[in-house]
């Protein structure tokens, strides 16, 4: 494992076992990450040192997890210039629609790439940094290959059931 390239960032303790499978992700991969709670709401002030600060501490890439008014991936997307990913989380009464919908309407002019809500989400944005690393990283890239592999060996090759 190399050092934190990743910042997985999450608006609640409540929101890691949603994002657990980014960092699951990443570490099957070999890349090197960090997972905090940080919130556009209720932390403001140490969100954007944290996020000003990333960069020069080697961090490459965001994964930002958040429910509700889910503003965590836009704010951190408005202070960095490295890709962020936002998965929302389905923590309110609206099942993470509301958290969907927040972070993927950004204004145009700052990007925030969104995934799917949840678990699913989480370990797709794990999968997306990793393919953006494997560009140019053969390592990593090589990594992702055996994923699929081992993905694609877990689906028996066989009839599910015959007649
Ligand atoms: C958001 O509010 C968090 O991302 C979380 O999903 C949601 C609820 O937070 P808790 O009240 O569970 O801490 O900021």
């Given at each position: 494992?190399?050092?934190?390239?990743?910042?997985?960032?999450?608006?609640?303790?409540?929101?890691?076992?949603?994002?657990?499978?980014?960092?699951?992700?990443?570490?099957?991969?070999?890349?090197?990450?960090e997972?905090?709670?940080?919130?556009?709401?209720?932390t403001?002030?140490?969100?954007?040192?944290?996020?000003?600060?990333?960069?020069?501490?080697?961090?490459?890439?965001?994964?930002?997890?958040?429910?509700g008014?889910?503003?965590?991936?836009?704010?951190?997307?408005?202070?960095?210039?490295r890709?962020?990913?936002?998965?929302?989380?389905p923590?309110?009464?609206?099942?993470?629609?509301?958290?969907?919908?927040?972070?993927?309407q950004m204004?145009?002019?700052?990007?925030?790439?969104?995934?799917?809500?949840?678990?699913?989400?989480?370990?797709?944005?794990?999968?997306?940094?990793?393919?953006?690393?494997?560009?140019?990283?053969?390592?990593?890239r090589?990594?992702?290959?055996?994923f699929?592999?081992?993905?694609?060996?877990?689906?028996?090759?066989?009839p599910?059931?015959?007649g």
């Open positions: 494992m190399d050092d934190a390239r990743v910042a997985i960032l999450m608006g609640s303790k409540n929101d890691w076992e949603i994002m657990k499978p980014a960092a699951d992700t990443l570490e099957k991969l070999g890349i090197g990450f997972a905090r709670v940080l919130s556009a709401h209720r403001p002030a140490r969100l954007v040192r944290f996020v000003e600060e990333a960069e020069g501490r080697g961090i490459r890439a965001f994964i930002c997890g958040a429910g008014a889910a503003h965590l991936a836009g704010v951190v997307a408005a202070h960095t210039l890709p962020v990913f936002g998965v929302p989380i923590s309110s009464d609206l099942d993470g629609l509301d958290a969907l919908l927040a972070t993927v204004p145009g002019g700052i990007p925030v790439g969104t995934l799917a809500i949840g678990k699913a989400g989480a370990k797709n944005a794990a999968l997306l940094v990793a393919a953006a690393f494997g560009v140019g990283d053969d390592g990593v090589e990594r992702i290959a055996k699929r592999e081992e993905q694609a060996g877990a689906i028996p090759d066989e599910l059931a015959e």
